[in-house]
């Protein structure tokens, strides 16, 4: 598969959270104002695309060779934890202002099953590096996205009257079951 | 005493519903509930994972260090879905192929680090058993009630039974992703309605 085509599939027509229904927490929970969304998009970009790398290495370098490629899930969530863990006393320590913004989305991000997911379809796709830094880019700008997106649809549905039934978390997802739709017509997008 | 130990079983139902109060765990509850016999799968997957970590966590509370708690409790969790995939590879490998990679993505599941964090890690075994098969139990049926729509609806059928008949045309929507955000939202809405009718009710009283 061309990279081209990973990028558009997994912006678009393979979207994570509307077509694949991982990185849901985040997505309901830090989508009511603006600078969380884009700022819980960019650390999920950099850490996924960070640990997706860092567990390839893991895996085509430690785990096959020692046979133990059973492991992988175990050996892939410690390796997203301990690099949230590096990423955080870097940024504490080296650009204290970023770590002002970030900080409270970090210890988030280990357990956002985006992270662990985009690491194991890599493997289960048999990725190349290059086509696995492809995958976890666009995937992660794929989360910002739609991050983005249902935060502009929640502010809009501040200002307007729900019917009781629905106010609170109903209307939000099916907000999100309209997105999905709309995000079912891009399917069949780049191959 | 009695009292307390049908509450820990019972409270998952409704009250603190992981998925329709809590909304946790969403990732797998919505992705997994396109028939029945999926969403009873990973209900039966998840009750594994929770109850053996639960115990487990339980048993070794006293030396679990405060400040390595975190990484300690994902990596019990962790091992027991490898012991899961396992499992599941030699006696079950249609159902594995199935819950695909939602079977190692229990490892992050919200319900169960914060069920450790907040019950097993400081309770005894045996509460922390019934607590993890309460909250097993208010997972399975939050999935079950949206898997038991999508089917009938996407694909006319229950547990694989054609109940519709032939003259059903499905409307494939809710086997698709869009429709498994609509029920579920619908019925969170119901759930509240329900529970708000109850709680005005007791205020009456």
Redesign the interface.
Known sequence: MSLVNILIQTIFSQNFIFMRFLGLCPFFGLTNDMDSSIGMGGAVTFVTVMASVVSYFVYYFVLIPFGVEYLQTIAFILTIAVFVQLVEIYLKKMIPNLYKVMGIYLPLITTNCMILGVTLINIQEGYSLLETIFFAFGSSVGFTLAMVLMTAVRIRMGDSNIPAFFKGAPIVFIAASFIAIAFMGLQGLGG | MKSNFKNLLTKGLIKENPVFVL??G???V??VSVSVVNALGMTLAFTFVTILSEITISILRKWIPKSLR??IF??VI??F??IL??LLQAYLPSLNKALG?FI??I????II?GRIESFASKKPVFESILDGLGISLGYGIAIVCIAIVREILGNGTILGFPILGSSYEPAL?FI???????V???E??IM??ITKKASRKGVAR
């Open positions: 909304m946790l969403l990732c797998s919505l992705a975190i990484p994902i990596v962790a091992s879905v490898t995939q396992f990679i190692p993505l490892v992050v599941n919200c680090i929507m698709l992703p869009p429709g498994a955000f609509l579920i939202g619908i969170i809405g509240n309605h």
